[in-house]
């Protein structure tokens, strides 16, 4: 009997550090969001965006205040600039990062 309780001891704490793990390797959209709108130049130079797929595009009122640097930084797998429009791959998180950028909004 003794045995037994070991081992469930044993499981409740490995399940504790499993959670934990899990936890601590959970992105943060919201932070990502936040930083992503301040690379861009802040909500007021944002017109538009929208996210498909991989890529999140953004259109703003002045393209020179974005900081694609921080950007690729961030881990944007590439930004085409046309205009005062960018096309940011940002992977299969783009439309995850939208709502947050909405939620930011709603605010």
């Not at 081992?7 to 550090?17: D, E, M, R, S, T």
């Not at 974005?66 to 998180?93: C, P, S, T, W």
Request: net charge positive.
């Amino acid at each position: 009997m003794e045995h037994i309780v070991r081992y469930i001891i044993i499981a409740v704490v490995l399940i504790i550090i499993a959670i934990a793990i899990a936890k601590t390797k959970k992105r943060d959209f919201r932070l990502e969001a936040n930083k992503l709108v301040e690379l861009l130049g802040g909500k007021d130079n944002i017109v538009s965006y929208e996210a498909n797929k991989s890529r999140f595009v953004v259109e703003l009122k002045d393209v020179s205040l974005a900081n694609k640097e921080g950007i690729q930084k961030m881990g944007a797998q590439g930004i085409v600039e046309i205009d005062n429009q960018l096309k940011i791959i940002l992977g299969e998180n783009a439309k995850q990062i939208k709502k947050c950028i909405n939620d930011l909004g709603d605010r």
